[in-house]
């Protein structure tokens, strides 16, 4: 019966079955609890991704913060003492010390009572520490080995010329002449005019035809952008300048370090200016061997300190005037040169069509002129182009007088 049993194929049948059913059962509580697991998973990681997220706008604050923070105007100073990670004492370069508050991004090692370092104007926080060296590309100094702008780009300004080559390409190059004459050399020139009439142009062409060094600064950079350290900067330029003779110093915009002494100039301001006039008295005496050069620029004689303006400051006072219809006539030749024109380009029309334009919009005229020629998919550039492009450019200065796109700081 047993026997039978054993090799009775229901009875086998059965136990399969129930093997699979208990078998069935368990991977299905198996399922389950992998399935709980999964819904745990899925939790965890909605969790995260929301911290991800809470991380990344976290993120984008602390930038904004440190951005917040580098902006310009800074304050510089020198570490006199550390109290502590968080907190050290800096004697700012306008006189005072402060304890002040060292901001995360700067890594505590990095601060050593002597270095300096730039704060944030309104909380003084240390945002940032400078190199020992002067570095000019710190100061957004443009210095140039000798610029490639010849006197061949300029146009119309053929006495400006005449005369700057005499008070600086001169006394560069032959400054044997005025020993043996027994004269002091020019050390200076001052151009002023309205904006974008290549008083900028003016001074890298000299740089250039002399192979001076060119050192340019923005006075109002000097004023604003550093504050309390501008005197320092003058005085690191005229430093600088000396090292890599020959060199051409080129101040833009001196009406912002040498305006009339007025409410607003603050005594950082007046610190600007007396070490201006203190280098520029420097200049004088036998030290001088003439091989560094000033060229001042502004838009605003008419706001500039008498005394920058007295004989003995600058050598030369040279105005730069918006071009007449001759000068026009140059520059369109100019900056039209490359350009393939039409035979029936009359670029004399155009310059008698661009009265009281300056050199930096005639030059936006030219290009726009190519740009009508692209758009009508043509590879010569017609008169009308010219016309069209003149409306374009008084259009738009029309409309953006203070921010116009033909601003010469954009070309510059
Ligand atoms: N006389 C000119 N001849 C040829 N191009 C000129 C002339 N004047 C201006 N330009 C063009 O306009 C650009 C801007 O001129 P530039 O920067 O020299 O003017 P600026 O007088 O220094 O102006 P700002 O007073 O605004 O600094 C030049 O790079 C040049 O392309």
């Known amino acids: ?3 039978n049993s054993a090799h009775n194929p229901e009875i086998e049948d059965e136990d399969l079955k129930q093997y699979l059913l208990n078998r069935i059962a368990a991977l299905e509580s198996k ?3 992998y399935k709980e697991q999964v819904r745990q998973l899925d939790i965890e990681k909605k ?3 929301n911290q991800k997220i809470r991380y990344e706008r976290e993120i984008r604050k602390l930038k904004s913060e440190v951005e917040k923070l580098r902006s310009p105007p800074l304050v510089i100073g020198t570490v006199s003492d550390i109290i502590d990670e968080q907190r050290v004492i800096v004697q700012s370069s306008a006189g005072p010390r402060f304890m002040v ?3 995360n991004f700067v890594r505590p090692e990095d601060i050593k009572p002597g270095l300096r370092c730039t704060m944030n104007q309104q909380s003084l926080t240390v945002v940032e520490v400078l190199q020992e060296a002067f570095d000019s590309q710190i100061y957004g100094m443009e210095v140039v080995d000798s610029p490639e ?5 300029i146009g119309g300004l053929e006495e400006q010329i005449r005369e700057i080559k005499e008070a600086v390409e001169l006394p560069l190059i032959r400054p044997e002449l005025f020993r043996s004459v027994g004269i002091l050399p020019p050390k200076g020139v001052l151009l002023y005019g309205p904006p974008g009439t290549g008083k900028t142009l003016l001074a890298r062409a000299v740089a250039h035809e002399t192979q001076a060094h060119f050192l340019r600064v923005v006075g109002s950079e000097l004023v604003q952008k550093y504050i309390g350290e501008g005197s ?7 430093e ?9 110093i080129f101040i833009d915009e001196i009406d912002a370090i040498g305006a009339m002494r007025s409410e607003s100039t603050t005594s950082g301001d007046r610190e600007v200016q007396r070490t201006l006039m203190q280098l520029l008295a420097d200049m004088d005496g036998f030290e001088n061997r003439g091989d560094v050069k000033i060229v001042a620029a502004t838009n605003r004689i008419d706001i500039l300190d008498q005394a920058l303006l007295r004989p003995g400051r600058f050598d030369r006072i040279i105005e730069i005037p918006l071009p007449n219809v001759e000068g026009r006539r140059s520059i369109l030749e100019i900056h039209s040169a490359n350009m393939a024109l039409d035979a029936g380009v009359d670029l004399h029309e155009v310059a008698e069509l661009t009265d009281s334009k300056n050199g930096s919009e005639l030059r936006a005229i030219c290009t726009e002129a190519g740009m009508f020629a692209i758009r009508a998919e043509r590879t010569k550039v ?3 182009d010219f016309i069209k492009a003149i409306d374009k450019v008084t259009l738009d200065l029309a409309h953006h007088p203070k921010c116009s796109p033909y601003d010469s700081a954009m070309f510059a």
């Open 101 to 103: 508050r060292v901001s």
């Open 1 to 3: 019966m047993g026997e």
């Open 240 to 248: 600088m300048a000396k090292k890599n003779v020959p060199s051409i």
């Open 232 to 238: 320092r900067l003058v005085r690191e330029l005229f």
């Open 149 to 153: 702008e010849t006197y061949d780009d």
């Open 382 to 384: 017609y008169q009308s």
């Open 31 to 33: 399922n389950m609890q």
């Open 47 to 49: 969790n995260i991704e």
